[in-house]
């Protein structure tokens, strides 16, 4: 389908899935009500959980939310790219795109069918990533395909996404203490140097959870159990005859091992093993483990972002 039969559709308030360079979206025309909600239908997403709103720009802001100055500076640096905003709304947002806070999240994509798709758009796109609600996120075509296929129309192809996790979200509703509140695909250290000061980490924060839902203890998950080490895993576990787990190592071990041994990395570079993290963790979910054993990545920079998920997708309890 080309992208103004794509805009078409979603004007009249259908569905369309999308790629960004951080995970594939499940996009919506942000303004429209009606189709946001078959958003959460689709995914199965508690409607407490907001949406991203995205917009091709910095300058497009101003009609939907109340912009300062931190975040014309990040937007300066960044934007395009994967870092979300969240921002005091203005009216025009639907309630259901915020879950009724009065902040909005906003980001700019740096992927170019999404951009060439949004250039078009007199309407900013909410996109949560699409997959069903807690279920591993989507970096191809294929994998929405595989979890949604029957339930959206159109499926936009952009390749694999080059980043593999989702956006940082930094908390600007003030100004003077602004506050990461998802790790993600951009590391917190750049955004720091950058700005030259300090921001509230997740693990410091007194948000409470209702105003960033993305933070549920369980997400990202497989349906097969997963075992996080904290320490690298040595070889004698790995070469033991038991075939029943599946070893998820940050990177290429020494010499050639059996086939349960998959590694996200040939050299530990933490890009490799972001953009690699999903689609590795969807083939091992579906290899008929009885459990997965995966290596926490060091951290810092991006290997924060890939521990917030691990740590989710292995989370056990009710929540
Ligand atoms: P995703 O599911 O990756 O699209 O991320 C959406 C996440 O953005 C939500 O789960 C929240 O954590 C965060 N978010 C969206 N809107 C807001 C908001 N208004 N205030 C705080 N966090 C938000
Ligand atoms: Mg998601």
């Given at each position: 389908?080309?992208?103004?039969?794509?805009?078409?559709?979603?004007?009249?308030?259908?569905?369309?899935?999308?790629?960004?360079?951080?995970?594939?979206?499940?996009?919506?025309?942000?303004?429209?009500?009606?189709?946001?909600?078959?958003?959460?239908?689709?995914?199965?997403?508690?409607?407490?959980?907001?949406?991203?709103?995205?917009?091709?720009?910095?300058?497009?802001?101003?009609?939907?939310?109340?912009?300062?100055?931190?975040?014309?500076?990040?937007?300066?640096?960044?934007?395009?790219?994967?870092?979300?905003?969240?921002?005091?709304?203005?009216?025009?947002?639907?309630?259901?795109?915020?879950?009724?806070?009065?902040?909005?999240?906003?980001?700019?994509?740096?992927?170019?069918?999404?951009?060439?798709?949004?250039?078009?758009?007199?309407?900013?796109?909410?996109?949560?990533?699409?997959?069903?609600?807690?279920?591993?996120?989507?970096?191809?075509?294929?994998?929405?395909?595989?979890?949604?296929?029957?339930?959206?129309?159109?499926?936009?192809?952009?390749?694999?996404?080059?980043?593999?996790?989702?956006?940082?979200i930094?908390?600007?509703?003030?100004?003077?203490?602004?506050?990461?509140l998802r790790?993600?695909?951009?590391?917190?250290?750049?955004?720091?140097?950058?700005?030259?000061?300090?921001?509230?980490?997740p693990?410091?924060s007194?948000t409470?959870l209702?105003i960033a839902p993305g933070t549920l203890p369980?997400h990202?998950?497989?349906?097969?159990?997963?075992?996080?080490?904290?320490?690298?895993?040595?070889?004698?576990?790995?070469?033991?005859?038991?075939?029943?787990?599946?070893?998820?190592?940050?990177?290429?071990?020494?010499?050639?091992?059996?086939?349960?041994?998959?590694?996200?990395?040939?050299?530990?570079?933490?890009?490799?093993?972001?953009?690699?993290?999903?689609?590795?963790?969807?083939?091992?979910?579906?290899?008929?483990?009885?459990?997965?054993?995966?290596?926490?990545?060091?951290?810092?920079?991006?290997?924060?972002?890939?521990?917030d998920?691990?740590?989710r997708?292995?989370?056990?309890?009710?929540?």
């Amino acid at each position: 389908m080309n992208l103004r039969s794509v805009r078409k559709f979603l004007r009249l308030g259908e569905l369309v899935a999308i790629p960004t360079e951080t995970v594939y979206g499940l996009a919506a025309n942000a303004l429209d009500p009606a189709a946001c909600a078959r958003i959460f239908e689709v995914k199965e997403r508690p409607t407490a959980d907001p949406l991203i709103c995205h917009v091709p720009g910095f300058d497009a802001l101003d009609a939907y939310c109340h912009v300062n100055e931190r975040a014309a500076q990040l937007a300066e640096r960044f934007w395009p790219g994967p870092l979300t905003f969240i921002l005091p709304k203005k009216p025009i947002v639907p309630d259901i795109v915020t879950a009724g806070l009065d902040s909005v999240a906003v980001r700019s994509p740096n992927h170019p069918v999404f951009r060439q798709l949004i250039d078009g758009c007199d309407f900013p796109l909410a996109a949560p990533s699409a997959n069903p609600f807690s279920y591993i996120s989507p970096t191809l075509a294929i994998h929405v395909q595989a979890n949604l296929g029957n339930r959206i129309d159109t499926i936009l192809d952009g390749g694999p996404c080059d980043l593999g996790v989702e956006s940082t979200i930094v908390d600007l509703r003030d100004p003077d203490r602004p506050a990461i509140l998802r790790y993600g695909a951009l590391p917190v250290e750049s955004i720091e140097n950058a700005l030259q000061r300090r921001f509230a980490r997740p693990e410091e924060s007194k948000t409470p959870l209702s105003i960033a839902p993305g933070t549920l203890p369980k997400h990202y998950s497989p349906r097969t159990q997963l075992e996080l080490r904290s320490t690298p895993v040595l070889e004698d576990e790995l070469s033991s005859n038991d075939r029943t787990a599946a070893y998820l190592l940050l990177r290429k071990p020494p010499h050639s091992l059996s086939n349960h041994i998959h590694w996200l990395s040939e050299n530990g570079e933490l890009e490799s093993i972001a953009a690699n993290l999903f689609a590795k963790l969807r083939e091992l979910d579906s290899a008929g483990y009885e459990k997965i054993v995966a290596e926490e990545a060091p951290e810092l920079g991006l290997g924060l972002a890939v521990n917030d998920r691990l740590r989710r997708a292995a989370y056990r309890g009710d929540a």
